[in-house]
């Protein structure tokens, strides 16, 4: 297992939000990547149920805030279907992945991780999922 860091920003560099996640395997693909992602964020909140919801995808039936999404009190959200947006959204260019300063456009290149790598996730539009 290996610990990695992800980044959201923006366009201009600036960081929103920063998440740690374990991969299976030194060599995975941004598929996994993003899926072990969103699953983290939504097991996370299912788990704890905060008042914000702060992944990268809206799921449906929340409210955007400045700092994440409201989500109906006591409501799980489904993470297959969290998994399933986000990777269409990255199919769609909903957002942009860069790896060690390098683009990631297909989803299933292999990446070599290990904690030193750098992965940030560029949002382009709102995201809203299940």
Known sequence: ???????DQTA?????????IKVENERTTLKDIITARVLSEVNSYNENKPDIFKGLIQPSDTERTLNGFRVKKNKNIDAEQQVYVALDAFLKNGYFVIVDDEQITD?????????ETEISFLKLTPLVGG
């Open 107 to 115: 989803y299933d290149q292999e990446i070599l991780v290990s904690p």
């Open 12 to 20: 201009s560099g600036n960081i929103l939000n920063e998440i740690r």
């Open 1 to 7: 297992m290996t610990t990695i860091t992800i980044k």
